[in-house]
């Protein structure tokens, strides 16, 4: 965006403050070397696929697809 340009936001002002979450976790040994573009389903949380800053010594993973919760709708 042009910063001249009075009125306007950044798209950062737009992003959810919240939509970041760093999680702490164990991962099988083979998935250190887990190709970029590749998916994984993590158990009962949902699809991750690795980050571009991943390495081996220091994955990371972004989720991509949350898995529906059908336990939510039965104990409701």
């Given at each position: 965006?042009n910063?001249?340009?009075?009125?306007?936001?950044?798209w950062e002002?737009?992003?959810n403050p919240?939509?970041?979450?760093k999680?702490?976790?164990?991962?099988?040994?083979?998935?250190?070397?887990?190709?970029?573009?590749?998916?994984y389903?993590?158990?009962?949380v949902?699809?991750?696929?690795?980050?571009?800053?991943?390495t081996?010594?220091?994955?990371?993973?972004?989720?991509?697809?949350?898995l529906?919760d059908?336990w939510?709708?039965?104990?409701?």
């Amino acid at each position: 965006p042009n910063d001249s340009s009075a009125g306007q936001t950044s798209w950062e002002d737009n992003l959810n403050p919240e939509s970041l979450v760093k999680v702490k976790g164990l991962l099988e040994p083979s998935l250190k070397d887990a190709p970029i573009g590749r998916t994984y389903q993590f158990e009962r949380v949902g699809y991750f696929c690795p980050d571009t800053d991943s390495t081996p010594e220091h994955p990371v993973f972004n989720r991509t697809v949350t898995l529906k919760d059908s336990w939510a709708k039965i104990n409701k």
